[in-house]
């Protein structure tokens, strides 16, 4: 597929997955988490400092290919993935409160995304200059913060018109999803392998500290560590490989992008079916 192609790709599968999630959730339920401000401090701290943090530290620690610097740095920068919350759901969470963690995260990456950045081209001289923060802002703001947005309005205002397309939209949106994470496998699977030794060490450290962030951060609560330890290892890599498209670099940071959702999904669906254990077991609320 060509580079145009793969980028219209991209875009309309992030956009619609967005407009998916503000469809999907009110204003009132967005802010159930907003309105628990240690436990939102918890998550954000997990997710948008420590794990970046602990990319650093592996960066800082290893002596990996700039390739691989690159495809760790835009994952650590792109937090919210699109399918954090089924990826939880998969744990026996309910969607209220890991749906509404999202969409913070799909929101907080318009600043987030720029200003982590900014940090990782200070510390790493070596990160290309053109990535510059303001053009990362303006590719989060039109691929998430806009349809988040008009989702919820659109949720808020579009009454039964609203509640019709939610489902469809829903339904298209995870299809795009499938179908991209399908296509950039296939095209990117017979580079897979240039990431091996080292890098493949430094991948699967930070998904296993990444776990282990979120599953203590999450407290005492076992559905809130399954969400927080997911959320945490569910980088975005469409925004990650949509950043990577537009700075023409998408060919250097794909094997590593691709390394991390393999093993990724490794380690995350053991914990998911462990914790969707521990939930079952626990005794009903009432």
């Not at 749906?99 to 950045?117: D, G, I, M, N, R």
Request: glycine share 6%.
């Amino acid at each position: 597929m060509q580079h145009p192609l793969l980028l219209i790709l991209v875009k309309v599968t992030i956009f619609s997955l967005m407009l998916s999630i503000g469809i999907n959730l009110s204003f009132e339920k967005m802010l159930s988490l907003w309105r628990k401000p240690a436990l939102l401090f918890r998550e954000l701290l997990a997710v948008v400092i420590l794990v970046p943090l602990v990319v650093i530290i592996l960066l800082k620690l290893f002596n990996l290919p700039m390739s691989v610097m690159m495809g760790l740095i835009f994952l650590a920068i792109s937090p919210g993935a699109p399918l954090t919350t089924k990826r939880a759901q998969m744990t026996g969470a309910r969607f209220q409160h890991s749906a509404s963690l999202q969409l913070t995260l799909a929101l907080l990456a318009v600043v987030v995304t720029p200003v982590t950045l900014d940090i990782f081209s200070i510390l790493f001289p070596g990160i290309p200059e053109k990535l510059t923060i303001l053009k990362v802002a303006k590719q989060v703001t039109q691929v998430q913060f806009i349809p988040v947005i008009f989702g919820i309005l659109l949720q808020k205002f579009g009454g039964k018109y609203a509640e019709k397309i939610a489902k469809p939209l829903s339904f298209i949106a995870n299809s795009l999803f499938l179908v991209l994470i399908v296509l950039v496998c296939t095209l990117g699977m017979p580079l897979f392998f240039k990431v091996w030794g080292l890098p493949i060490v430094a991948i699967l450290i930070m998904v296993i500290i990444s776990l282990a962030i979120g599953h203590i951060l999450g407290g005492p609560d076992e559905e809130k560590r399954a969400i927080l330890a997911i959320s945490c290892i569910a980088r975005n890599v469409g925004l990650a490989l949509f950043i990577a498209i537009l700075n023409n670099v998408q060919q250097l940071v794909m094997p590593t992008l691709i390394a991390y959702v393999i093993l990724g999904a490794i380690l995350g669906i053991p914990y998911s079916i462990w914790s969707k254990r521990k939930l079952t077991a626990l005794p009903e609320e009432t």
